[in-house]
């Protein structure tokens, strides 16, 4: 492939799937704790939040018309300016008394736009590079992605949280000290009286300087009963705002069909033949708490609301708010106690601390400047691809069209997708190579959080932050960086069998620790990395052969295809492992799990590669 203009991909790769990946973050995850700040119940919030998923599921259904219509490049600069209006668009909405509304518009146009980004871009990726730079690069982009979502949930929470401290009064600082020294009963709100209004700039007042915890726990009924008076107190102060309840919601829920004539008695049936015979004890005690009272030092002016936003700033994730993340505080309940409420892990016995931050600054300004930084950002990068982005000879659209060629070509496109030769092998390749991992994902933040006696590990939140989020993302990033340089030295048909048993081998890492449920902290890093490295690199193999099934007319719209079915491979899986898992207990779910790698491998057996395709070449094109 020659390209009228040599760009290295080093150029354009990374910075095109940044832009990929960020858009997404930002719908999906920005947008969710944005509205927690801004006072939206956690109800609206995933209900609306939950619907902007769909345009990146039925993205296959527009497909054929970015293969269509223009050039790939064109398709990526103008969404990338699209997303960039977008992201305005919600900056500037957010102040507004409609806000929710309004933004919640612009955050639709973000994730069509986005979607339909994402078909270019991975359409673009297949033109601009030839097979052996596509096997070479494919864990690039895959890295970038994840840098995109590292950074749109880290530096931009970041950012707005700094907003947040700087345009307000000063951050409440509050430390929090774990230890199993202290015994004292926690069940107890804090009295505070005679609040009186003080000199000076207005600040927030608490009733301790450190809050002790100590690391044994308490009744759950008796806690369930002290929170609940906990959140009626803030409530009825107008510190918290009251949830809508659905009355109907509390009457008793009949058994639907499916659960009384098939769920149930299957469940039963698995449970009983093959599930783990483990007699648990139920514990009535749960995390201990403690509680902490914030005041205003003063009436706020001329009626003004002022907001504390409480989040950790620093130390173990192992203590957590559980209460009073939220604070509004005005003219009519200043004087009153507002209150927080923290809960240790219930399997945290060691000695731990953690610092959280209060913040009461100007929330809608601090999240206007967030998403305005992305929309510059954005404007950028549709002036920095319009530059550097190669020009294909490939990428180019389609001659004399018209309204009635474009529903033909439409029909074609979905045609000619299952015309393909070996069609029905690769759909059952695409849904079914990650079947065994598909249901494993599900189950590896349980199975470490849960108690050993249920067959988990135990393991606190904030180890397995450390293990999972960090040891984990490492092996997984470093195994798709790999899989991709080896794959492109000899290319996809002499790596897939070794990338596919890496994919699968590896999971035995969970079988052993199932049955071990070892405490060695280093011995369960060990295997998560494995297991995880092991993923990155199998995962490779599977994302080249969605590229090489593509190639040909219809690449793009074909990729999206791919793309579809992939997803639905995972989704299917991972809606019953939970259920199963259930029924089998942990040990003889990972056993299960390890069986079902006997389908992936089925699926590979039946694919007929290039042997060539991905491969270095030995003369290059310029001899």
Not at 7 to 17: C, K, V
Not at 199 to 219: A, L, P, W, Y
Not at 526 to 546: D, K
Not at 561 to 572: E, H, P, Q, V
Request: contains cysteine; proline residues 4%.
């Amino acid at each position: 492939m020659k390209n009228n203009t040599q760009r290295s991909p080093w150029a354009w790769i990374p910075s095109l799937y940044l832009a990929e990946g960020l858009p997404y973050v930002a719908v999906m995850t920005i947008s969710v704790i944005m509205y927690k700040r801004m006072g939206i119940s956690n109800t609206d919030i995933a209900l609306y939040t939950s619907w902007l998923y769909l345009p990146w599921v039925i993205k296959p259904f527009w497909s054929p018309f970015v293969d269509l219509l223009k050039t790939k490049r064109w398709w990526i600069t103008t969404m990338q300016i699209l997303i960039g209006a977008g992201f305005a668009g919600i900056a500037f909405t957010i102040p507004l008394p409609f806000f929710f509304q309004a933004t919640l518009a612009f955050f639709w146009l973000l994730a069509f736009s986005s979607a339909t980004h994402d078909i270019a871009a991975d359409g673009f990726y297949m033109l601009g590079l030839n097979s052996n730079q596509q096997a070479k690069y494919v864990g690039i982009r895959s890295t970038f992605y994840r840098v995109a979502t590292i950074m749109g949930q880290g530096v931009l929470i970041i950012l707005a949280g700094f907003l947040e401290s700087t345009s307000g009064c000063e951050p409440v600082k509050i430390n929090i000290d774990a230890s199993p020294q202290y015994t004292q009963s926690t069940l107890l709100i804090p009295e505070v009286q005679n609040i009186t209004a003080q000199e000076g700039e207005i600040h927030f007042i608490s009733d301790k300087e450190v809050v002790q915890i100590g690391t044994h726990g308490v009744n759950k009924d008796s806690l369930e009963a002290f929170l609940k008076k906990v959140v009626e107190l803030n409530q009825n102060n107008g510190f918290v705002a009251k949830e809508h309840t659905n009355q109907a919601g509390v009457t008793e829920k009949s058994e639907s069909v499916w659960t009384k004539n098939v769920s149930r008695p299957l469940g039963n049936w698995i449970k009983t033949t093959f599930g783990e015979k483990r007699y648990v004890a139920k514990s009535e005690h749960t995390g201990n708490i403690a509680v902490m009272a914030v005041w205003l030092s003063k009436e706020p002016e001329n009626d003004k609301e002022m907001v504390l936003n409480t989040s950790m700033n620093r130390g173990d994730n192992s203590i957590s708010l559980v209460h009073g993340e939220r604070l509004a505080f005005n003219s009519s309940n200043w004087n009153k106690p507002a209150y927080l409420v923290f809960q240790i892990d219930p399997k945290l016995t060691m000695a731990s601390t953690a610092e959280y931050k209060g913040l009461s600054g100007n929330i809608p300004f601090a999240w206007s400047i967030t998403f305005f930084v992305l929309a510059g950002l954005f404007i950028f990068f549709s002036f920095y691809h319009r530059v550097m982005l190669p020009k294909p000879d490939s990428d180019k659209p389609h001659a004399h069209i018209t309204a009635k060629s474009i529903f033909a070509e439409f029909g074609v496109t979905f045609i000619s997708f299952f015309k393909k030769p070996q069609v029905a092998a690769a759909i059952f390749f695409m849904l079914t190579f990650r079947f065994s991992e598909a249901q494993l994902l599900k189950l590896i933040n349980p199975f470490l959080l849960d108690s050993k006696d249920i067959g988990g590990l135990g393991l606190t939140t904030g180890e397995v932050g450390l293990v999972y989020g960090t040891i984990g993302i490492i092996g997984l990033t470093l195994g798709g960086i790999i899989g991709g340089f080896v794959a492109a030295k000899g290319g996809l048909r002499r790596w897939l069998w070794p990338m596919t048993f890496s994919m699968l081998l590896t999971i035995a890492t969970f079988l052993y620790l199932s049955f071990t449920q070892t405490d060695n902290l280093l011995i369960i890093n060990i295997c998560v990395f494995i297991e995880q490295f092991g993923y990155g690199f199998g995962f490779t193999a599977y994302m080249l052969y969605l590229i090489y099934f593509s190639e040909g007319e219809h690449k793009t719209a074909h990729y999206a295809f791919c793309t579809g079915f992939m997803a639905l491979g995972m989704m299917i899986p991972g809606m019953f492992a939970g259920w199963l898992q259930e029924q089998l207990g942990y040990n003889h779910f990972f056993i299960w799990v390890m069986i079902c790698c006997i389908v992936p491998i089925i699926a590979v057996s039946l694919l007929k590669i290039d042997p060539e395709y991905g491969k270095a070449k030995e003369k290059t094109e310029a001899e």
